[in-house]
């Protein structure tokens, strides 16, 4: 299956993604391949030859042959509290050793706490999975939720959960004064267009910690065109006014921007198909400034503007690499 032909739900935020801070916490056994491996990018890989003491290895969460009643089930703390759309549950390499069934159900919790005797509310019904597969069902409940237990029946592997919808963030306990990251994917910002990402995702760019290599970023192919610019467009967790900006390039060397110009667009409304069609007015924030290879470069003084704006948009000149981008202001109303 290739990503158009995907649910338009897994454009979304993967909420219960490890490297968002996702967390599998509990599960009823792992015997053959550990529960965090669910939480892992991609879909999982598959080497013919590599075995443990315990069996085979795989790239998944895999428990061993149930011989007693019941089913195996594994509690995903997600990242952030969030309203799902959508989830896969990835069978991708489990053949012969995936469950046929699975369902997932949810809670609201503020810890961990006592999590096993939590009230969970199913959010998924029993549902057929099928081999070495991506397995999507839309999630109908809106409500929010910060745990989920997905239970397999009555055992095997699973590869991947990805959990995808929208982070939960209680703005209204958020002091006025308080600085944030409005660009934090963990806030509720989202990359939601670009031109060009040929070698790594731009939903990167936003997310916790620095790039662990030079895959870990928002990187464009080369281009030839003269006076080329690279852009893309991140929806900011609240609308807000900016008054420091980390542009990070780490691991990229040979192949960083030359500069970079960040600009600012206040939308007063949901609508953002419009958004780069030529007649949307920018204002700039940062103006166009030269980068270095691998650095962290953080610019204050630089800011032109202190509107407050709900999507920005950075420029990189020509092409290149960027680690992260962080941008951190106070909301406005």
Same mark, same amino acid.
């Given at each position: 299956?290739?990503? +158009?032909?995907?649910?338009?739900?897994?454009?979304? +935020?993967?909420?219960?993604?490890e490297r968002l801070g996702g967390k599998a916490i509990l599960c009823s056994d792992d015997f053959f391949a550990e529960k965090e491996n669910l939480l892992k990018q991609g879909r &999982?890989?598959?080497? *013919?030859?590599?075995? $443990?003491? !315990?069996?085979?290895?795989?790239?998944?969460?895999?428990? !061993?042959?149930? !011989?007693?009643?019941?089913?195996?089930?594994?509690?995903?703390?997600?990242a952030t509290s969030g309203r799902l759309h959508g989830v896969d549950i990835d069978t991708n390499h489990f053949l012969g050793n995936h469950p046929p069934f699975a369902s997932i159900e949810a809670c609201n919790l503020s810890s961990n706490d006592d999590v096993e005797n939590a009230?969970?509310?199913?959010?998924?019904?029993?549902?057929?999975?099928?081999?070495?597969?991506? /397995?999507?069902?839309?999630?109908?409940?809106?409500? %929010?939720?910060?745990?989920?237990?997905?239970?397999?029946? *009555? @055992? &095997?592997?699973?590869?991947?959960?990805?959990?995808? &919808?929208?982070?939960?963030? @209680?703005?209204?306990?958020? #002091?006025?004064?308080?600085?944030?990251?409005?660009?934090?994917?963990? /806030?509720?910002?989202?990359?939601?267009?670009?031109?060009?990402?040929?070698?790594?995702?731009? =939903?990167?760019?936003?997310?916790?910690?620095?790039?662990?290599?030079?895959?870990? &970023?928002?990187? $464009?192919?080369?281009?030839?065109?003269?006076? /080329?610019?690279?852009?893309?467009?991140?929806?900011?967790?609240?609308?807000?006014?900016?008054?420091?900006?980390? %542009?990070?390039?780490?691991?990229?060397?040979?192949?960083?921007?030359?500069?970079?110009?960040?600009?600012?667009?206040?939308?007063?409304?949901? =609508?953002? !198909?419009?958004?780069? /069609?030529?007649?949307?007015?920018? $204002?700039?924030?940062?103006?166009?400034?030269?980068?270095?290879? =691998?650095?962290?470069?953080?610019?204050?003084?630089?800011?032109?503007?202190? #509107?407050?704006? $709900?999507?920005?948009?950075?420029?990189?000149?020509?092409?290149?690499?960027?680690?992260?981008?962080?941008?951190?202001?106070?909301?406005?109303?």
């Amino acid at each position: 299956m290739t990503t +158009t032909d995907q649910p338009a739900f897994t454009k979304l +935020t993967d909420l219960a993604a490890e490297r968002l801070g996702g967390k599998a916490i509990l599960c009823s056994d792992d015997f053959f391949a550990e529960k965090e491996n669910l939480l892992k990018q991609g879909r &999982g890989i598959f080497i *013919p030859d590599k075995y $443990t003491d !315990r069996g085979k290895w795989m790239d998944g969460w895999e428990s !061993r042959r149930k !011989r007693t009643p019941g089913h195996d089930w594994c509690i995903i703390q997600l990242a952030t509290s969030g309203r799902l759309h959508g989830v896969d549950i990835d069978t991708n390499h489990f053949l012969g050793n995936h469950p046929p069934f699975a369902s997932i159900e949810a809670c609201n919790l503020s810890s961990n706490d006592d999590v096993e005797n939590a009230a969970w509310k199913e959010i998924l019904p029993k549902s057929p999975l099928q081999p070495g597969s991506q /397995n999507f069902y839309e999630i109908v409940d809106k409500n %929010i939720y910060t745990h989920l237990r997905l239970n397999i029946y *009555p @055992d &095997g592997g699973v590869a991947r959960l990805k959990v995808y &919808g929208e982070v939960f963030k @209680d703005w209204s306990a958020v #002091d006025k004064n308080e600085v944030v990251d409005l660009a934090a994917a963990v /806030n509720g910002a989202k990359s939601i267009l670009c031109n060009d990402m040929f070698f790594s995702h731009m =939903d990167n760019l936003i997310m916790p910690g620095r790039g662990v290599n030079m895959g870990d &970023g928002w990187e $464009t192919k080369r281009n030839r065109t003269p006076n /080329n610019r690279d852009w893309v467009i991140v929806r900011l967790a609240h609308k807000g006014v900016i008054e420091k900006i980390l %542009i990070d390039t780490a691991h990229f060397k040979g192949n960083y921007p030359d500069s970079c110009l960040l600009e600012g667009y206040n939308l007063s409304s949901n =609508d953002e !198909r419009n958004i780069n /069609n030529g007649e949307v007015e920018w $204002t700039t924030i940062l103006p166009q400034t030269k980068l270095q290879a =691998d650095h962290e470069h953080y610019f204050e003084k630089e800011i032109l503007s202190k #509107d407050a704006f $709900t999507h920005v948009r950075l420029s990189i000149f020509p092409d290149g690499g960027v680690s992260r981008m962080r941008l951190w202001g106070k909301i406005k109303e």
